[in-house]
């Protein structure tokens, strides 16, 4: 569609990694009565030619996970991003409803509620054009006595980066250790060259 703005190329990583999983049901169908036969299973010959039906999944899944690999790195070494325009869009989103609803469960309201106190502070934010963080405590305990000062911890972009922060997640810390680690790992250079 003419209105998408997604890097397609992994789109379509995505979508033949679907390829490489069918191939891998078809082997381990193939093989999960091996046991109990006479094993000529892996020898049934196709129409066109004398190929054993284990190999053709498995070259097909080789030649599939190259061509993947050739398009992801050549995707990395040449995507760019306007960080300034993710940064303005960034809090178009709401990103900070899912760490609103969490603040509401640490404070001992049931989730059912939190998601309901949730949607009516993202409405009052819609009605007066404005993100969570700017609302006043007023507005907030307007909707639900149990916010506190320190809701403003869990609002705005970069804290709701930083809540969800567990081993493998987006949170900053995270993501900084895991460029360090592959940059020490490839001996890439800051720079961006390899060694």
């Not at 379509?12 to 299973?41: E, H, I």
Request: charged share 25%; with cysteine; net charge neutral.
């Amino acid at each position: 569609m003419p209105q998408k703005k997604n890097p397609d190329p992994m789109e379509l990583v995505r979508g033949k990694s679907a390829r490489v999983v069918g191939d891998l049901v078809t082997l381990l169908v193939l093989c999960k009565g091996l046991p109990q036969a006479y094993n000529r299973d892996l020898q049934a010959r196709s129409f066109l030619m004398y190929l054993k039906e284990d190999k053709e999944p498995a070259f097909d899944s080789v030649k599939t996970i190259i061509g993947m690999l050739e398009v992801c790195a050549e995707f990395a070494q040449n995507v760019t991003f306007n960080q300034e325009r993710i940064q303005k869009a960034l809090p178009a989103g709401y990103l900070d409803a899912a760490t609103l609803a969490d603040y509401l469960v640490k404070k001992g309201v049931p989730f059912r509620t939190s998601h309901d106190i949730v949607g009516r502070s993202m409405a009052l934010c819609v009605s007066k054009s404005c993100q969570l963080q700017d609302l006043k405590l007023d507005d907030l305990k307007s909707i639900s006595p149990v916010f506190d000062d320190d809701v403003y911890e869990y609002l705005g972009v970069e804290n709701t980066i930083d809540k969800f922060s567990s081993y493998g997640s987006t949170g900053s810390n995270c993501v900084a250790s895991q460029l360090d680690y592959w940059v020490a790992r490839l001996q890439i250079d800051r720079a961006g060259s390899s060694r």
